[in-house]
C-alpha cells in the first residue's frame, strides 16, 4: 500500500505544472537550499565560538536562552509558507483504502518537508562542535533529539493551526508582546524556558519533548481522521457574504467599477488580505533604519522612506493584472478599455501610497527630517515606482490562486529576468539621485532632488500607461494561455 | 452577420478548427454540434478574440476580432467558469457586467427581476460568493449576465449542461423568447441534440473542426442528427 502511496506521490511531484515548466528555477530552488544550508552550518559553528570569544557567555546556554523565539518564528514561517497536503486526499476517500493509513501517510509526508529538514543544518554543526569541545556526549545526543523532536511537533502543530488563521496571528502578537516585555526589561520569558532547554542537556527532559511530539502527531492525526469528509475537514469553508456597494468611490467616474472590484478583491480574498497584512508591515521597515546606528547614512533613510511608503506599491502592484488571472477571459471580451483598467490600478496604488504616508506620520517622533523622508520617498513612489510595477507587472504571467495565502512570500514571479531589471530604477536610482544633491549641495538639495525626480515620472504617465496597453495587446494571447494553467 | 472566412487553429502541427467559409446572419440563432474535441469551444474562443487564428479571420459584424476591438460593446459571451469574478455576490457581478455595458444600477435590477423564476430563489440575496455557489447556479448567473444590456451576439457554450431539468426547460424558454425578437444573433453549443433542435433555427455539425452538416431546423432535425451521431 505505501508503495502506491510513494509512486502516486513521485508522478505528482515529476508531472506538476510548475516542475515542468521552468527547471531553472528548480536550479535556483537548490541553489538557495543549498545557500541557507550553508548559512544555517555557519551559523551553527559560528555561534558557539562567536558566543563564547565575543560575548564571554556559556554557548549552550545561551542558545538554550532564544530558543523559544527561534521556535515561535519558526511557527509563524510554517504557517504563512508550508503547504499542509489536503487537496490530494480527496480522490483517496473512496478507495479500498484504509483511512488511517491515508492519515498516517499524509502526516508522515509533511514531516519530509524542508521546513524540518533546514534546522539539522544547524543543530547538526553545533551539536557536533560541542563534543568537540568536551561536552557530556550523552547530554548533547538528548539535547539534539529533544530539538528534534520538538520541531518536529512544531510541524504537527502547524496542521493544526493551517484549519485556523486566528492561532498564528494569536502566536504572533504574543511573540511581539513578550519580544517587547523581554527587550524593555520587565518581564523576560526565557528564564522560564531556558530552564526547560537547559533540561534536555543536563536531565530527562527529552523525554518530555518526545511526548509532546507523539501528542501533537496523535492530535493531528486524530483531527485529520475525524475530519476526513467532504463536508468537514475536506471542504472550502464559505463565509457569509454581504453586497458592498461603495458608492463613495463614484466620484472616480467610469474608473469607480474596477475600483470598487478591486476593493472586493482585497478585503475578500485571503492571498491579498494576506498583501495587505504584508505591506502594512512595510510600514514599520523604517523602524529598522531609524533606530539602528549603522544605518545612520542619510542615504539608507531615503531607502527606508521609499519601503515605509511603498509597501502597498510593491507587494500589489507587482502582480498586475495577474490578480485578475482567474476571470481574465472575462476581462478580455468585456466591453473594457486597458487604459482604464490600468489607470484604475494606478489610482489603486497612488491612494494606498498616500495612505500608508499618513499612517507612517508616527515617524515624526523620530524628528521631521525623518518624516521628510518618507514623504519625499511617497512622492518618488508615486510618480515613478508606481509606472514602474505596472510596468514590470505586465510581464508576469503567474496565475494567482486568490484562495491560498500561502504564496504570498518567495513568490517564483520575483525571478524574472526583466521585473529585476525594471526594479533597479525602483530603489536605486533614488538613492543616487539623494547621494548627489546630499554631497555636492545640502541635505535638502538631496530630498529635492528625489521628489524632483517623482514630479518628473507624472509627465511620462501617459507614455507608461501606452507602453504597458501596448505589452497587455501583444501579449494577450499567451497571458491567458498562461492565466489557465493552475498549479 | 458573422463571417468567417478560412479560418483554421493548428495546435503543435494538428488542425483542430478548419472552416472556409461560414455565414451566421442576423437574428439567427445559431446551434452548433459535435462530440469531445469537435472543436466548439475552440471557434467560440476565435470569435471572442481569446486565442490567436492560425490562420483566416473572423468578422463580428464587420469587425475583424483579432485586429479591433469594436466588437466587444455589442457582444456578450459565457464559455465557462473563467467569466465569472468568484469573489463577488451574484448581484455585485450583475452590476460590474452592467456597468461595463453602460446600465445602471436600476436598470440591471429591473432586467434581472425579470429571471426571478430561473434563479428558483437560489441566486439573489443568498448571502454566497459566486466561487461557493454550485456549478449549476452557477452557470445560471453567468447566462444571465451575458443578457444584461442588450447585446446584438450572444455567445453560450455548453449553457445546458449542469442545470437542473426544471432550469433547462426555463432557459430554452428564454432563448427561444429571445430569438423570436429576430434581431440578436444568438450562438449556443451543446452535446444534447434535442435542446439544440428546440432552440435553434439552424444547427451545424462539427467534426474534428471541420464543418461535416449546415442544416435549417425542420422537424425532421433531430432524426437527421440522431442518425448521423449513431454512426
Redesign the interface.
Known sequence: MIKHFLTLEWKSFARSASFKTNIAFKILMLLGFLYFATIFVFIGIGIFYGIRKEAHLEPLATVNRYLIYYFSVDLIFRYMMQKIPVVNIKPLLYLNLKKSSVVHFSLGKTALSGFNLLHAFFFIPFSVVMLVEGYDVWGVVQWYLGIMALIFTANFLNILAASKDSIAFFTGSILVVLAGLHYYGFFDITQYTSMFFNGLYHSFYSLIALLLLLLSYYSAANYFRANMFLDAGLS?K???????EYTWLNRFGSMS?FL??DL??IL??KRSKMTLFVSLMFLFYGLLFFTSKSYESPVWQIFAGIFVSGGFLFTFGQFVPSWDS?????M?????QYREYISSKWWLVVIATVFSTGLASFYLFFGWKTYLAVVVGAIYNIGVNAHLVLWGGAYIKQPID??SAKQAFGNKQAFNLKTMLLSIPKLLLPLGLFALGYYLINPIAGYLFVALAGVLGFAFKNKVFSIIEKIYQTE??KT??AY?QKN | MIQVKNLTKVYSGISVLSIDNLDITKGESFGLVGNNGAGKTTFFSLL?????PSTGQILNYGVEVNKSEAW??F?T?F??E????????P??YFY??G???GQSKADVDTFIAGFEDFFNGEILKN???L??LSKGNQKKVGIIAALIGNPEVIVLDEPFANLDPTTQIRLKRILKELAAKGDKTILVSSHDLQHTVEVSNRIVVLEKGIVVKDIQTSAETLKELEAFFEG
Not at chain 1, 464559505?238 to 458592498?244: H, M
Open positions: 472550502v464559505q463565509k457569509t457574504a454581504s453586497t458592498q467599477t470598487k472590484n472586493r478583491l475578500r480574498n482567474s476571470y481574465y477571459p472575462l478580455m471580451s468585456q466591453n473594457i486568490l484562495t494577450k494571447y491567458i494561455a489557465k | 471572442l478574440d481569446l486565442i490567436k466587444k460593446p457582444t459571451a464559455i465557462d473563467t467569466f465569472l469574478i468568484g469573489y463577488l455576490t448581484e455585485e460590474f457586467i456597468e461595463l455595458r448571502k454566497k460568493y466561487r461557493d
